[in-house]
């Protein structure tokens, strides 16, 4: 069993920035893609960025230019950096990783991100 702990969300100004966390009870990033995406309330929940173990990134249209996805694997954390905050941000962060032609899929509890003057 896998636990993921996301943190570093908020209140932050329009055009503020963040870095949100995603630490990991245990060394997986080598074996996993490991993802943010975002879920507004009566909204599906939507892909942000992904890394995969080989460190290739993938971004959300939206977000492309403001966002940078990475991850320490000595401190089993990943990261997302977002510059240039819009109200439009505003929701729940969630971090996910999975394992391909697995059962692997495990998501953290989310962290609150709120853009607001």
């Known amino acids: 069993q896998v636990q993921l702990v996301e943190s570093g969300g908020g209140l932050v100004q329009p055009g503020g920035s963040l870095r949100l966390s995603c630490a990991a009870s245990q060394s997986i990033f080598g074996k996993s893609t490991m993802g943010w995406y975002r879920q507004a309330p009566g909204k599906q929940r939507e892909l942000v960025a992904t890394i995969t173990s080989g460190g290739t990134t993938n971004y959300a249209e939206s977000v492309k230019g403001r966002f940078t996805i990475s991850v320490d694997n000595a401190k089993n954390t990943l990261y997302l950096q977002i510059e240039s905050l819009k109200p439009g941000d505003t929701t729940l962060y969630y971090c996910?990783?999975?394992?391909?032609?697995?059962?692997?899929?495990?998501w953290g509890q989310g962290t609150q991100v709120t853009v607001s003057s």
């Open positions: 996910n990783s999975t394992r391909p032609f697995t059962t692997w899929d495990y």
